[in-house]
C-alpha cells in the first residue's frame, strides 16, 4: 500500500529564509509525487510534480522539490520564503494504473514571519 | 472563467437532510474526482468518473451518491446527512486516469447541525 508522510505539522520560518518542508513516501511501485499548495479557504494548487523524467522538479512561486529514491523522500524546498509562501502545502502519491487516486499527507501550514 | 467550480461555496443543513453539491469543469478534461478535507485537513478520495463511467468508489457509505450527467459535470448527491459529514468537499478534474496533476476546485464546507 501506498502512504506519504510529512514530518512536521507545522512549520515556522522568517521572511527571507529557506523553506524546506519534508515528505517520506512508501511504495512498491515507482511512485509519482506531488506538491500542493492550499491558501485558507481555498481550493489546492498544484505546485510541481515528479513523473520519472528528472528527480530535480521546478514548480511555481520559486519551489522545488528532489526525488530520492534512496531516501524515499520528496521535500520541498524554496531558497527565500515570502509572506504570500503562508499557507497549508500537501504531498501526494499515486502511481500508475490506480486511475488517478492521489494519497495525500496530513498537510504541513507554513507560516512566515516578518 | 472558473476551470472548476462548485456551487454552493457554503451549505448549512440539519441532520437528516438530503442535500446536493454540483461541480463543473470547463477543462476539457475527461476525469473527475470528488475529495474530503475532514477538520483535521486531512484528504480523502472518495469517488472518481472518467467519461460518465465510475472509477473509483473508495468505500463510501451509500448515503453518497456521485451522478455524472456528461464528462464536464460531476455531482454530489449525500441523503440523510449525519454530524460526521461536516467537511470541506473539493471537486476536481484531470486529463485522464492518469495522474500528472489535476485542477481542483475551490470547495464545498458542508456544516451538518
Known amino acids: 500500500a501506498q502512504s506519504v508522510t510529512q514530518l512536521g505539522s507545522h512549520v515556522s520560518v522568517s521572511e527571507g529564509a529557506l523553506v524546506l518542508l519534508r515528505c517520506n513516501y512508501s511504495s512498491s511501485v515507482p511512485p509519482y509525487l506531488f506538491w500542493y499548495v492550499q491558501y485558507p479557504n481555498q481550493g489546492l494548487q498544484l505546485l510541481l510534480k515528479?513523473?520519472?523524467?528528472?528527480?530535480l522538479v521546478k514548480g511555481i512561486n520559486g519551489f522545488e522539490a528532489e526525488f530520492k529514491k534512496s531516501e524515499t523522500s520528496f521535500h520541498l524546498t524554496k531558497p527565500s520564503a515570502h509572506m504570500s509562501d503562508a499557507a497549508e502545502y500537501f504531498c501526494a502519491v499515486t502511481r500508475l494504473n490506480q486511475g488517478g487516486k492521489l494519497i495525500f499527507g496530513q498537510g504541513t501550514e507554513l507560516s512566515v514571519k516578518p | 472563467d472558473t476551470a472548476v467550480s462548485q456551487t454552493p461555496k457554503y451549505l448549512v443543513t440539519q441532520m437528516g437532510n438530503d442535500k446536493s453539491i454540483k461541480c463543473e469543469q470547463n477543462?476539457?478534461?475527461?476525469?473527475m474526482y470528488w475529495y474530503k478535507q475532514d477538520s483535521k485537513k486531512f484528504l480523502k478520495i472518495m469517488f472518481s468518473y472518467n467519461n460518465k463511467e465510475l472509477i473509483i468508489n473508495e468505500t463510501v457509505p451509500n448515503r453518497f451518491s456521485p451522478k455524472s450527467p456528461d464528462k464536464a459535470h460531476l455531482n454530489l448527491h449525500i441523503n440523510s446527512l449525519e454530524l460526521g459529514d461536516s467537511a470541506v468537499y473539493f471537486c476536481?478534474?484531470?486529463?485522464?486516469?492518469?495522474?500528472?496533476?489535476?485542477?481542483f476546485g475551490s470547495g464545498t464546507r458542508l456544516t451538518v447541525v
Open positions: 477543462l476539457g478534461h475527461d476525469t
Open positions: 515528479y513523473t520519472s523524467a528528472a528527480t
Open positions: 476536481a478534474s484531470g486529463p485522464g486516469t492518469y495522474n500528472y496533476g489535476y485542477t
